[in-house]
């Protein structure tokens, strides 16, 4: 039986109370000495008045309604939703760490500064970059410093009729959002048949007014650019720079490093590729590492060390400044630092092997009852093309919700773009094969249910707590919070 | 190896699989990388640790630093030690919200979009505005997307920050507005509160945002009563950074006329974590919504008519929008955001109130102890919600040295960031701070030069 869950705002009574604090032992003054009247507040909060077991059971119902990689399986492609290890959680809420202040002097946090250390090292060896910042708090984050750093580069050369940046058509959405947010103008450039960047319309679009290249590599479509180099001296040649999108990392640790494939500048998804997990949306990490010419730009302040002593290096004159508050979410590295030296040299390897085994492995057993294009071995995923099942009258979307009806994620849906009714499948190193086989007799499934009767498939999901929820209306009659009737 | 745990196949399914794909080995599956730019040796990386290494060698990291459990703390800033409720570490650890990933999926992702919409609302209530997005990473991005939004809105390319902005925050907005060629103007301090008079000059129809921050970074609330008029005057957008914990007390941004209200969340029950994972606030007035970058949960029904939350205004975001979007934000805060609406959930009206009166109290105690000791001075008027600065009679360093071995942590030394005030620091006293503490305090610097 369906219901809606009381919010918090429909429950509780005045009255109640959910904490306590020790009583004020300072002698107290009038309020209105302390603060004017007309600096007070005027109308009332508005919040509900709950105790603690009201509240922990809200918050324990609607963790209920919710489904993590602890639940099941979650292809999301481009997101490597892999297995979040709980001793990283540990070790992250360990008070020599989450109770740090970042403004307490150097010689009292050596143990943060020598880790922030420590995984830049770690990450230099990965990705084959020169330094790294950690200040960045998402990939997304990590994209507009990189930009501002390949930015204050050219500037910084006098170079300032750069104004361009080409992006792939398979490109997340990140990226051309990220060339907006820097001042840039994108161009975008188009796929050949094989699902690589176009080289021939790369030669075309790059001239000298291009501050950069952006991009993922393997690609969206799960595709290793097969012409990298070609790519790298291309933009090279004509001044650019190339970034590199590190989401989808996973595919390849181990076994190349974007520093040996020509870019300039790269970011990593930390919460992805190194297992932190991504908490409903947030928070993610997205350091930045630079190749040398690069590490003048990079923010304040980049972490040193001095003998046996670690510190912050606040002198660079040529530095963008800061694109966080502070030092980026020192938390979620620590996370990230953990699984980083469990896992050593091999272990990353065989994340990456795994990773593309079960991709393939995958893609094999869909591509019998599904069409899946750009027929040649994948990296960490993969695009199926439901264009035959949407025809007859359920297609991405609708296949996506009879999968929450089977008890997995769907893969991202509609996305890359130059694919008709993509469902992006990302089975990432930690699922097993039984999982992956289940997976694929639910797809099985859902294909035949879709020949027999579509209409089964195109009016789910019929397992969920609530029914298909109705996205035009919320967008055409935007109620974004509770009020009062 | 340390994490072969985390990594179910065996020798046996990978040959199975292999052969199921139609390779013979694994290399074959990497021979679509060119081989000049394989990677020829092994990663060179330290040893692999077990669980039990690992957490031995991360132990012995946070060993080194010296927390804020077992010392007194008078830091601020933005970062404050407040009483963090033991029932928000318990539901932010159910795995089933902080293993999942933005919720895309409304009908399985009930939990925290339900929990988000509850947040916005909580957000909307404190500020005073009407509507609030998922989160933003931190205070100072908060700030820097506030004031870009002001330039969306208006079309126009200047903005106006006040020195009494706190230097963290201002530091990434310049950034932000040196990237995307936008133009930005310092409006000067007038005993550590922004200058009214030069603001009023400064303001005119070529401005986007006006960017203030109240309390501001010296912890003094600022006089807003008359500036939302004159910013409006010249149609441009008033911008307001506020700490939500202060705002059960303060005059809410949206009584004093505020278009855009961002601020640093951590006071909602968030460690200080060095500094991040933070939590970037950001509400509106409901016509500034589509210029409103990142995540917002809105209500709707499902097939059946029941009521239900999901991710909506979405042609506003990166993964629709592309170029066109309002930001490129896409991971956020969600997981702090929860934490924050968990927190004000047990706190409700009454807990809300309760500690931002004692710091306020507190912090006033504080304050009045210090200054009455010798070569210690109050450097502004004003009134000062849980911070206030000091000017004290030598190095903030040494003195902040000699406290360290009685374990206090003192103030921060904001002279670097406004070098015309010298010797001057920032003391925090938040409701975690006992009588016991301040007194402490006070007597270790009684007589200190």
Redesign the interface.
């Known amino acids: 039986m369906r219901k809606a869950k009381a919010l918090l705002f429909e429950m509780g009574r005045s009255g109640r109370r959910g904490y306590s604090l020790p009583d004020n032992d300072v002698p107290e003054k009038s309020l209105d000495q302390l603060l004017p009247q007309k600096m007070q507040r005027n109308e009332p909060l508005g919040m509900p008045e709950l105790s603690e077991v009201e509240v922990i059971r809200h918050y324990t119902e609607l963790s209920t309604r919710n489904f993590g990689v602890d639940t099941g399986f979650y292809p999301l492609g481009s997101c490597t939703m892999k297995y979040n290890p709980k001793v990283n959680e540990e070790v992250a809420a360990l008070p020599g760490f989450a109770q740090l202040h970042p403004c307490q002097p150097e010689e009292t946090a050596q143990g943060a500064l020598e880790l922030y250390y420590n995984m830049e090292q770690c990450l230099k060896e990965l990705t084959g970059m020169e330094r790294f910042t950690m200040q960045p708090s998402a990939g997304a984050h990590g994209e507009l410093t990189g930009l501002m750093v390949i930015q204050a580069y050219h500037r910084h050369r006098g170079d300032h009729h750069r104004n361009k940046v080409l992006v792939p058509v398979t490109a997340h959405g990140t990226n051309p959002a990220t060339v907006t947010m820097a001042g840039y103008e994108v161009v975008q450039v188009p796929a050949d048949e094989r699902g690589n960047v176009d080289l021939e319309a790369l030669k075309e679009a790059v001239d000298e007014t291009t501050s950069a290249l952006m991009l993922t590599n393997p690609s969206t479509l799960g595709l290793f650019e097969e012409e990298i180099l070609d790519m790298a001296r291309v933009v090279h040649e004509a001044g650019g720079l190339l970034y590199y999108d590190g989401a989808n990392m996973n595919a390849i640790m181990g076994y190349t490093r974007p520093g040996d494939m020509g870019f300039d500048v790269v970011h990593l998804n930390i919460h992805k590729t190194l297992s932190t997990p991504h908490g409903g949306g947030g928070p993610g990490s997205g350091p930045v590492g630079v190749k040398e010419r690069l590490t003048p730009y990079l923010p304040v302040p980049l972490v040193e060390k001095k003998g046996d002593q670690f510190y912050f290096n606040y002198d660079l004159p040529e530095s963008i400044g800061k694109v966080q508050s502070f030092y980026g979410n020192f938390g979620v590295v620590v996370k990230a630092y953990n699984y980083l030296r469990m896992m050593g040299a091999e272990g990353l390897k065989q994340v990456s092997t795994d990773a593309v085994i079960n991709s393939n492995y995958l893609a094999s057993l869909l591509q019998k009852h599904y069409y899946i294009p750009y027929d040649r071995i994948r990296k960490h995923e993969f695009v199926v093309s439901p264009k035959t099942q949407a025809k007859k009258g359920a297609g991405a979307g609708d296949i996506a919700k009879a999968l929450l009806d089977r008890g997995f994620h769907p893969p991202t849906v509609y996305f890359p773009l130059i694919v008709d009714e993509a469902l992006m499948t990302e089975p990432n190193e930690t699922e097993s094969k039984e999982t992956l086989d289940a997976y694929a007799r639910a797809m099985e499934e859902i294909a035949r249910i879709i020949d027999e009767n579509a209409e089964e498939i195109a009016s789910g999901p019929h397992n969920t707590v609530v029914g298909r929820l109705d996205e035009v209306r919320a967008a055409r009659n935007p109620i974004l919070r509770w009020q009062k009737e | 190896?340390?994490?072969?745990h985390?990594?179910?196949?065996t020798d046996e399914?990978?040959r199975?699989?292999?052969s199921?794909?139609?390779?013979d080995t694994?290399e074959?599956?990497?021979?679509?990388?060119?081989r000049?730019?394989?990677?020829q040796r092994?990663?060179?990386?330290?040893?692999?640790?077990?669980?039990t290494e690992?957490?031995k060698?991360?132990?012995?990291?946070?060993?080194?630093?010296?927390?804020?459990?077992?010392n007194i703390?008078f830091?601020g800033?933005?970062?404050y030690?407040h009483?963090i409720?033991s029932?928000i570490?318990?539901?932010t650890?159910?795995?089933?919200?902080?293993?999942?990933?933005?919720?895309?999926?409304?009908?399985?992702?009930?939990?925290?979009l339900?929990?988000?919409?509850?947040y916005?609302?909580?957000i909307?209530?404190?500020t005073?505005m009407?509507?609030?997005n998922?989160?933003m990473?931190?205070?100072?991005?908060a700030v820097a997307e506030g004031a870009i939004m002001g330039c969306g809105a208006t079309r126009r390319s200047r903005a106006l920050v006040s020195r009494s902005v706190?230097p963290?925050?201002r530091?990434?907005l310049?950034?932000?507005f040196?990237?995307?060629?936008l133009e930005l103007e310092e409006i000067p301090l007038k005993d550590g509160h922004t200058d009214f008079a030069s603001l009023e000059k400064m303001v005119d129809e070529s401005v986007a945002s006006v960017i203030l921050q109240t309390p501001n970074f010296f912890g003094l609330?600022e006089?807003m009563?008359g500036v939302a008029d004159v910013v409006h005057k010249h149609k441009a957008v008033l911008v307001v950074s506020a700490d939500p914990l202060s705002?059960?007390?303060?005059?809410?941004p949206g009584?004093y006329g505020a278009d855009i209200v961002v601020g640093?969340g951590q006071s909602l029950g968030v460690?200080?974590?060095?500094?991040?994972?933070?939590l970037g606030i950001m509400a509106a007035r409901s016509r500034f919504?589509r210029q409103l970058p990142g995540?917002?949960?809105?209500?709707?029904?499902?097939?059946?008519g029941?009521?239900?939350?999901?991710l909506?205004?979405?042609?506003r975001?990166?993964?629709?929008?592309?170029?066109?979007?309002s930001?490129?934000?896409?991971?956020?805060?969600?997981?702090?955001a929860?934490a924050a609406?968990?927190y004000?959930?047990?706190?409700?009206?009454?807990?809300?109130?309760?500690?931002s009166?004692?710091c306020?109290?507190?912090a006033?105690?504080a304050r009045e102890k210090l200054t009455a000791l010798d070569g210690f001075e109050s450097v502004f008027p004003g009134?000062n919600f849980k911070e206030f600065a000091v000017k004290v009679p030598g190095s903030p360093e040494d003195l902040?040295?000699k406290l360290?071995k009685k374990n206090i942590?003192g103030g921060?030394d904001i002279t670097p960031f406004y070098p015309e005030l010298e010797n001057t620091m920032l003391f925090a006293v938040t409701?975690k701070r006992?009588?016991?503490e301040?007194d402490t305090l006070v007597r270790e610097l009684e007589g200190w030069k």
């Open positions: 190896m340390g994490g072969k985390y990594l179910p196949l399914d990978r199975e699989m292999l199921a794909i139609g390779v694994i074959d599956l990497f021979s679509d990388i060119p000049e730019v394989r990677l092994e990663l060179d990386l330290p040893p692999s640790l077990s669980e690992a957490v060698h991360l132990s012995s990291l946070a060993a080194k630093n010296k927390n804020l459990n077992d703390s830091m800033a933005g970062v030690d009483f409720p029932v570490k318990h539901i650890g159910r795995s089933e919200f902080y293993t999942s990933y933005t919720p895309y999926q409304a009908e399985i992702s009930q939990g925290i339900q929990a988000i919409f509850e916005q609302t909580l909307c209530q404190l005073g009407d509507v609030a998922a989160s990473y931190d205070g100072g991005t706190s963290f925050y530091a990434v310049s950034n932000y040196n990237s995307r060629g609330v006089e009563d705002l059960p007390l303060l005059q809410s009584d640093e460690p200080p974590s060095f500094g991040g994972p933070l919504v995540r917002i949960a809105g209500e709707t029904v499902d097939s059946e029941n009521r239900g939350y999901v909506t205004l979405q042609t975001e990166q993964h629709i929008r592309r170029e066109k979007a930001s490129n934000i896409c991971s956020n805060e969600a997981l702090v929860l609406a968990v004000m959930a047990s706190m409700g009206p009454q807990g809300m109130r309760e500690v009166e004692q306020l109290q507190k006033a105690y009134y902040n040295s360290l942590y921060v409701e006992t009588r016991e301040i």
